[in-house]
């Protein structure tokens, strides 16, 4: 069994900062990729960032590029997300995936392996 576990949302202000984790238990990372995605209310979940087992690949959705940097500790089984320069459209759940794949995607059905989400508000 492989246990996802965001922690490290909550509320920031607009402007501000927060670090999303994603500790990873079971068959940990295993070369897979592993992404971050988010879910508004009324919204579809859509692709935040990605990230292959070294790193040495990584993608970001247009909305969060230069804004969001995500990297991972296979040493430690754990994913993260650092949100810098937050507006109140980032408001969100936001969930890490694992892929069984080492390659990269941004789409969530190529992804078997989801958290059960992290709060993430932005006060403008």
């Known amino acids: 069994q492989i246990q996802l576990v965001e922690s490290g949302g909550g509320l920031a202000q607009a402007g501000g900062s927060l670090r999303l984790s994603c500790a990873a238990s079971?068959?940990?990372?295993?070369?897979?990729?592993m992404g971050w995605f988010r879910q508004a209310p009324g919204k579809e979940r859509e692709f935040v960032a990605a990230?292959?087992?070294?790193?040495?690949?990584?993608s970001y959705a247009n909305s969060v590029k230069g804004r969001f940097t995500v990297s991972r500790d296979n040493a430690k089984n754990t994913l993260y997300l650092q949100m810098n320069s937050l507006n109140a459209e980032d408001t969100a759940v936001y969930y890490c995936a694992r892929r069984s794949s080492p390659d990269l995607s941004s789409y969530v059905s190529e992804y078997p392996y989801w958290g059960q989400g992290t709060q993430v508000t932005v006060s403008s």
């Open positions: 990230i292959t087992w070294f790193g040495g690949s990584i």
């Open positions: 079971g068959r940990t990372f295993s070369r897979s990729a």
